[in-house]
């Protein structure tokens, strides 16, 4: 499994991509197209949303488990770009449990938002909070409504009458009709799905028993996570490792090892606390060198430092095996490199992330100061290449986090990795 251990964008596409080559099904388990993992191969550049990772070989199936939030026109845009790229869709499965966004949770999330004011989470406005909402209410419509139109228009109708009232009365929008939408998606959205729809629970299963490889495609990340992370500054699906099992439908004992991505530094986009931000010109200098802006939003990432008590707590939460290290290359022009290993709260020096937010948004980050090294890391291929202060610390990283780093990314291409260490 690969999950993000930040606030998301660590990379974790590009090394699903990376790992889904010795794979034979890639499965996205929450989250929605709130995602953009981006693979450069040839420089080509690819940038997904929800088709898992593994879709660029033609021998993995991609799989989008029951915990995803659809929306089928994006899905169906996603695949008909890769189509047109010359990447075969046809083997993507997609659970029937999955649940539906509609045009009504995309309003929703856009005037929530601006009704919070300076309070809003910054979210993607892309409907996710209002589909998880309607799934947890009970009023969701799921992709296999698609195969039933009676079924589909009745649940939409009921939907509707809630969701309609509210727009137009509470926050002074146009209702939808039910006409309108029922016909673009039976009409306009089904044909094209229904050869993809599936009970991927299972396929799964039967791969798991025919001895087939599975790799789980976190998106977002742990502190992005609605029980674990910021809360509220937090999208409404579980991206730790526990997410997988109910949003693919697989109990613990399957998973045998689980790669959290790790930025050399790290990044947000959207509100929330984040205590080793950088507001100075060593922050300009990672968002402009690390190209931190959205992959599909455009928005510009807050950057930081490297927060190890949020790596420790991320590696209890997600039962971390390894650690993969991206954007390594980003530091090379810095010297020295920080990195928080705590936080000074109220006075007192705490090593262990704070479970009462107003203290995370309190926390002061303690810092330890590493020699950068001060060269282009971009073309090495193996960690004997390493210059000694870059090799110093990854291995820093890995004492403050108690888990080793197998793979550390150099630059946003395909091959451009090491290998660090061992698999545990
Ligand atoms: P994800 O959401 O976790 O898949 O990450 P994103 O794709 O949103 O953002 C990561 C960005 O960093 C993408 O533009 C990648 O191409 C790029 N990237 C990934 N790994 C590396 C790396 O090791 N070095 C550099 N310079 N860029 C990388
Ligand atoms: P990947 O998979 C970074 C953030 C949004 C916002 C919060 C809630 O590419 O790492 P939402 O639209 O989900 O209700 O927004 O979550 N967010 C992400 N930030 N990477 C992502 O995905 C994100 N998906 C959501 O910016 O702060
Ligand atoms: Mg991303």
Request: hydrophobic share 40%.
């Amino acid at each position: 499994m690969v999950v993000g251990t930040q606030w998301g964008d660590e990379g974790k596409g590009k090394f699903t991509d990376l790992l889904a080559r010795d794979m034979d099904m890639v499965v996205r388990y929450q989250g929605g197209h709130n995602a953009g993992h981006t693979l450069v191969v040839d420089e080509e550049v690819f940038k997904l949303q929800l088709v898992p990772s593994g879709v660029l070989y033609p021998h993995v199936t991609p799989v989008i488990g029951n915990g995803v939030v659809i929306d089928p026109t994006v899905l169906i845009d996603e695949m008909g770009r890769l189509t047109e790229a010359g990447v075969d869709c046809g083997k993507l499965r997609v659970s029937g449990n999955a649940h539906l966004i509609f045009p009504y949770h995309q309003a929703l999330d856009v005037v929530a938002e601006r009704h919070l004011g300076r309070n809003k989470l910054g979210t993607t406005k892309r409907g996710i909070g209002p589909a998880y909402a309607d799934k947890a209410a009970r009023v969701g419509l799921r992709v296999q409504d698609l195969l039933d139109p009676k079924i589909f228009r009745e649940k939409l109708g009921v939907v509707l009458h809630e969701k309609n009232p509210m727009l137009a009365k509470v926050y002074n929008r146009l209702p939808f009709d039910l006409d309108t939408v029922a016909g673009q998606y039976l009409e306009e959205c089904r044909p094209r799905l229904e050869p993809h729809i599936a009970d991927t629970v299972g396929l799964l299963h039967d791969g798991l028993e025919a001895g087939q490889n599975v790799l789980f495609e976190g998106a977002q990340a742990m502190y992005l996570d609605l029980d674990h992370g910021t809360y509220p500054f937090v999208t409404s699906s579980n991206p730790v490792a526990g997410g997988a099992c109910v949003g693919a439908g697989i109990g613990p004992r399957h998973i045998d090892r689980v790669i959290g991505v790790t930025k050399a530094y790290i990044s947000r986009v959207g509100s929330g606390p984040f205590p080793s931000e950088l507001t100075d010109e060593v922050g300009d200098h990672l968002v402009d060198v690390g190209r931190e802006y959205g992959t599909n939003t455009k928005r510009r990432r807050r950057c930081g430092w490297l927060d190890t008590v949020m790596l420790r707590h991320a590696v209890r939460v997600n039962s971390l095996s390894d650690l993969a290290i991206t954007k390594l290359d980003v530091l090379d022009a810095l010297d020295p490199i920080r990195v928080c290993v705590a936080y000074e709260v109220d006075g007192e020096r705490r090593t262990s992330m704070p479970y009462h937010q107003s203290e995370i948004h309190r926390a002061v980050p303690i810092y330890e100061e590493l020699p950068g090294w001060c060269a282009d890391l971009s073309g090495v291929g193996d960690r004997s290449e390493l210059p000694r202060q870059a090799e110093d610390y990854l291995c820093f990283i890995e004492e403050q986090a108690g888990v080793p780093a197998t793979l550390v990314g150099v630059g946003p291409g395909r091959d451009q990795f090491i290998t660090f260490g061992p698999v545990p």
